[in-house]
């Protein structure tokens, strides 16, 4: 099938002002008879609750934390962009919509990017009004800094803390509703199915994490924020909890998955230190504004870093990238990274590692600056690894970060299922095949506060509210499917943990579907993931019972989707016949090893639909059109 | 290196619960203590026995979920740290550790060492806000706001609502927590138009959650893990007799 954007026609600058006119209203005496189930309360899920119940509907909102302020939101470090323009530095709607097209390695819908772009400057307006405490100048101004990708300082921060003062800001506007009565809220509850009734999505599935019980919820739409699945990659800069779940059971019931290979790999972590890492810590993309990335140009160099002399080191990026240097976009930067340690010239016990150095921002503007831009991320590393980095360079490795690809929507962020919308970074809609730094937070807010708020109401004006209730056939089978599982997960009773087999997922993708993959590589995994899951449903062990607050019991089901979901992203890795952004396939590349993209053949989203266990899924296309930047090959040199 | 530990184990907020005796063998001084925990919960799973439940999540010390004291000290030994980043190097082979919940009588336990902190949401809900409307709001260099301001609100609103400061409180009081929202939104000439009001909201649901009141001991900021300031304490409370003399 060929699948429709819906984008608006007309010019770029005007096709969101023109949609805004054309698209349905609900009037306020009817607002209040709609039902909206939200899931998720990270940026996303907190602002679209929080404007809903603002406007006057009824909000159901979900999240697995026991607070709405936990969402792995909080953990954003480096910023949040808009196009004000305020350093007077050349910046422009078009010219952040143009950067995130190219960022994304020319993979994402221009009428969308563009409404980003578009829609940027009002979340700061909007933030800055809710009390955001963002970094100001000495005149009392918001100061800006400069970031990945991007020639222009056009990005908001709040110290090493912006995502957790937006989602502060978020859960405050969230709290207010709350109060108001316009939005409940079921903290500690994770949903387990989306119910279809009639084709249209109208409700869900969920358990109370803390007393087991499986719920039903019927609404006249849902909004799925559940963030990003890097953690099918087991090691992720993710929290603990985030999982594919809920947009894998969405994908099961009928909703596309679109570009799931589109994994982003961060080239700032802290680099793992043994078998019984749990996570890898993510050190903001900011600092390689004042940070220089390099390794020894002898291999294998064990010496410690200061008694490397200056001529001896290789700063790679500023090699490589003269004119981007230190601040190349994500995909490349990891790469090289990489590249260099592959080649053996990696630093720290494990040679998996470079260095990222602040001795000459250190002498250039002195330790207390440095340390007002990034204190806590020194503080951060020095808890983590014991090394004091105002004294010696950083130690750094890349890991799995963001999910570019998601559930698959159309302009008005609405999945192929009539009913279902999709926000943040569950969706896959604004950055191609790769992220550019600060542009999650930007793109998830603007889904919330000022996009699916309107696109939602076009949608309800035309449907009548109230139309189901959780007594249906559907919400019924849901509830027992649900059941069913758990019982299955607590009966197996095997040898292995829960962790042991997410561990071995994680290493399959990592090793072969993750920085640079093959043909060989991904038919690999696909060979190897089938037996694993296969494995777990007949060995994997789940203490406890249904009844009670189980954390086995919820690592589980997120596991078991990663199981399946891993064998999606590598399918559709394997597919794309080509290199572009964070998917790289050593096949197609340049003879000096940049990513390769075939415009021919894979201009196009690819948006895969389930068909049924045991059962291939079948790909549909988006093509896409780029009538305002010409496709070009991405140059960071 | 190889710890004892002793480790409050209660199967749900109505049983009765008890220090339980358990040893972490092998554990790598680069691990994290939520990580050391890890360990043990494999092998109590793989001999069949349920796993010791803890809240976390970002496990790297920004979401306010983790939540354990340590020896008796929220958080752990080591400052302004939560216990997801501390690390094992900063124990000894050989040691005994004591692992136990928050107490408070405003945190009931759910299980084990989870807690029950959505008396924390019900403050922020009485009034941790700024009555803003989505839209509708001028161009954010519209107000400039002195930088100092801005630094020492942001000071405060760096709190992650983990709740450790009502833990180490002799009286379970919310007042640093409280203080935090209070003093970041006085700050700033966004969050002062409402700040009387704020003020009494959210110091009359703090106290209607059981949380205790302060008596100046202070152990709050000593086991804040981002250090926040009990000067915003008394910032509470001048904008309380400031919001008194109003009315
Ligand atoms: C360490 C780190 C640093 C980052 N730094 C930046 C940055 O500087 N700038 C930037 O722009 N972006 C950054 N990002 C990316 C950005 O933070 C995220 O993409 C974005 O915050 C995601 O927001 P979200 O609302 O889509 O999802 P999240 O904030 O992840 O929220 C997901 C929500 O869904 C809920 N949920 C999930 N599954 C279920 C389920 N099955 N049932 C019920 N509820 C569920 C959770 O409880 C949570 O409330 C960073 C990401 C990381 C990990
Ligand atoms: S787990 Fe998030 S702060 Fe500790």
């Known amino acids: 099938m060929i699948l429709d954007g819906k984008c608006p026609s007309g010019p770029l600058a005007y096709k969101w002002s023109k949609h805004r006119q054309e698209m349905k ?21 907190s602002s679209a609750a929080a404007s809903l119940g603002e406007l006057g509907y009824n909000v159901e909102a979900f999240c697995y934390q026991d607070s709405p302020r936990r969402a792995h939101s909080i953990a954003a470090q480096g910023g949040i962009n808009a196009a004000k323009n305020y350093p007077n530095d050349g910046d422009s709607i078009f010219r952040l919509f143009h950067d995130t097209i190219k960022g994304g390695d020319f993979r994402s819908r221009e009428a969308n990017v563009y409404r980003l772009a578009e829609v940027s400057n009002s979340i700061i307006d909007q933030c800055v009004a809710q009390g955001v405490p963002f970094a100001r100048d000495y005149a009392g101004y918001l100061d800006n800094r400069s970031f990945g990708g991007a020639q222009v300082s056009r990005t908001f921060y709040a110290r090493g803390q912006t995502g957790q003062q937006l989602l502060l800001g978020a859960y405050s506007a969230l709290s207010r509703q709350i109060k108001a009565g316009t939005v409940r809220l079921h903290t500690r509850t994770e949903m387990l199915d989306l119910v279809i009734v009639d084709g249209e999505a109208k409700g869900v599935t969920v358990r109370d994490l803390v007393t087991g019980a499986i719920k039903t919820y019927a609404a006249d739409a849902v909004c799925l924020c559940t963030g990003g699945y890097a953690n099918v990659f087991y090691l992720s800069t993710n929290a603990m909890g985030n999982n594919v779940t809920a947009a894998y059971r969405a994908y099961k019931k009928g909703a596309f998955f679109a570009n799931p290979c589109y994994t982003q790999i961060h080239p700032t972590c802290i680099p793992m230190t043994g078998n019984h890492q749990s996570k890898l810590t993510l050190m903001s993309e900011s600092l390689r504004n004042d940070g220089r990335v390099w390794v020894s140009k002898i291999r294998g160099d064990r010496r410690p870093p200061h008694e490397i002399p200056e001529d001896e080191r290789d700063y790679y990026l500023e090699r490589k990238y003269p004119s981007f240097g230190n601040l190349a976009p994500r995909d490349i930067s990891s790469r090289a990274a990489k590249e260099v340690c592959d080649e053996g010239y990696g630093v720290g016990a494990s040679g998996r590692g470079v260095y990222l150095d602040f001795a000459d921002a250190i002498c250039r503007i002195g330790e207390d600056k440095i340390r007002e831009r990034y204190g806590n991320l020194f503080e951060m590393y020095e808890k983590i690894t014991g090394e004091d980095a105002y004294k010696q360079p950083m130690r750094m490795y890349p890991a799995p970060h963001y ?9 008005n962020l609405q999945s192929n299922l009539p009913g279902l919308f999709v926000l943040g970074e569950a969706n896959f809609s604004d950055h191609g095949a790769n992220r550019l730094g600060a542009s999650a937070l930007m793109q998830g807010l603007a889904d919330g506060y000022f996009i699916l708020p309107y696109t939602i109401a076009d949608y309800l004006a035309r449907t009548k509210p109230g139309k189901v209730n959780t007594g249906r056939p559907e919400f019924i089978k849901s509830m027992e499917d649900s059941e069913t599982l758990t019982k299955k997960l607590l009966s197996i ?27 060989e590589s991904l038919t690999k995994a696909l060979n190897l993931i089938p037996g694993l899951r296969e494995e777990f449903w007949k060995n994997v062990r789940v203490t406890g019972s249904e009844a009670e607050l189980n954390q086995e019991l919820e690592k589980a089901g997120r596991v078991a989707d990663f199981l399946e979901f891993g064998e999606l992203l590598a399918i559709d890795a394997l597919h794309r016949n080509e290199s572009c952004g964070g998917h790289f396939r050593t096949e197609y590349q340049t003879a000096d090893g940049e990513a390769m993209r075939d415009d021919e053949k894979f201009c196009y989203v690819a948006a895969w639909e389930s068909k049924g266990p045991g059962r291939g899924p ?10 305002n930047v010409g496709l070009a090959v991405r140059s960071y040199k | ?37 890890d360990v043990v919960n494999e092998g109590l799973i793989k001999s069949g026995d349920e796993p010791i439940a803890f809240d976390n999540d970002c496990r790297e010390g920004i979401c306010g979920m983790c939540s354990q004291a340590v020896n008796g000290v929220p958080h752990g030994p080591q400052k302004k740290t ?14 005994t550790i004591y692992i136990e919940p928050w107490r408070a009588k405003a945190f009931p336990v759910i299980k084990d060492l989870i807690v029950d902190r959505s008396a924390l949401d019900r403050i922020m809900q009485s009034g941790g806000y700024v009555s803003v409307h989505t839209g509708g709001v001028p161009d954010a260099n519209t107000v400039a706001v002195p930088k100092s301001d801005a630094d020492a609100a942001m000071d405060a609103a760096e709190c992650i609502g983990c709740g450790a400061c009502v833990a180490a409180c002799p009286n379970g009081s919310a007042m640093l927590f409280t203080a ?27 106290l209607n959650e059981g949380f205790g009141s302060c008596g100046n001991h202070y152990e709050c900021q000593a086991v804040c893990p981002k250090g926040i300031n009990v000067q915003f304490i008394a910032k509470l409370n001048r904008e309380f007799i400031k919001a008194q003399i109003k009315k």
């Open chain 1, 493 to 519: 009773n095997g040898n292995k943990t829960v962790n042991e087999f997410h561990r071995e997922l994680g290493s399959i993708m990592w090793e072969h579907v993750g920085m640079a993959r093959s043909t």
């Open chain 1, 618 to 627: 079948e790909l549909h296309k988006e093509p896409l059109a780029y009538e």
């Open chain 2, 82 to 95: 939560t216990i997801c980043q501390l690390h094992m190097r900063h124990f000894r082979d050989g040691d």
């Open chain 1, 25 to 45: 209203l609900v009037n306020p005496a009817n607002k209040r008879k709609f039902r909206i189930i939200v899931v998720g309360t990270g940026l996303a899920g």
């Open chain 2, 180 to 206: 935090a929202k209070v003093a970041h939104l006085a700050k700033l000439p966004q969050g002062q138009v409402e700040s009387s009001v704020r003020v009494c909201m959210m110091t009359d649901a703090m």
């Open chain 1, 403 to 411: 999910a570019m690809g998601g559930l698959w929507v159309d302009y």
């Open chain 2, 1 to 37: 290196m190889d710890l004892t530990l002793y480790v409050w184990r209660q199967k749900g907020p109505d049983s009765r619960g008890r220090l339980e005796e358990y040893r972490a063998k092998n554990i790598s001084p680069d691990m994290s203590f939520l990580e050391m925990l």
